[in-house]
């Protein structure tokens, strides 16, 4: 079983920055492609920015390319997604997620995709 830990959500300014860790207890995490959505109120969960298990592919949606950057430590099982230039559209509650993969370079961008899912985490842009 993995378990997803998200944090260092909260209120910033638009044009401001945020770190979102997502801590994962896992023994091998280096076999784990991760994966970062978001869910506003009223709408679906979308996808956000995807991360293979060996770090050579990362993988956007469009209206974040520039902005975010989604990295991993796997020394740390832990993988970060880095917000910048914040938007109010970017308000949301953003989901961590893990999918164990057999190919270093397979991404994921599908919420079906994923097998595990951590609780969420509160980010609010005010203008």
């Known amino acids: 079983q993995v378990q997803l830990v998200e944090s260092g959500g909260g209120l910033v300014q638009a044009g401001g920055s945020l770190r979102l860790p997502c801590a994962a207890s896992v023994r091998t995490f280096s076999r784990f492609a991760m994966g970062w959505f978001r869910q506003a109120p009223g709408k679906e969960r979308e996808f956000v920015a995807a991360i293979s298990w060996s770090g050579e592919i990362t993988y956007y949606t469009d209206s974040v390319k520039g902005r975010f950057t989604i990295s991993g430590d796997s020394a740390k099982n832990t993988v970060y997604l880095q917000m910048n230039s914040l938007k109010p559209e970017d308000t949301a509650v953003y989901y961590c997620?893990?999918?164990?993969?057999?190919?270093?370079?397979?991404?994921?961008?599908?919420?079906?995709?994923?097998?595990?899912w951590g609780q969420g985490t509160q980010v609010t842009v005010s203008s």
């Open positions: 997620a893990a999918k164990e993969s057999f190919t270093r370079t397979a991404v994921f961008a599908i919420t079906p995709e994923y097998d595990y």
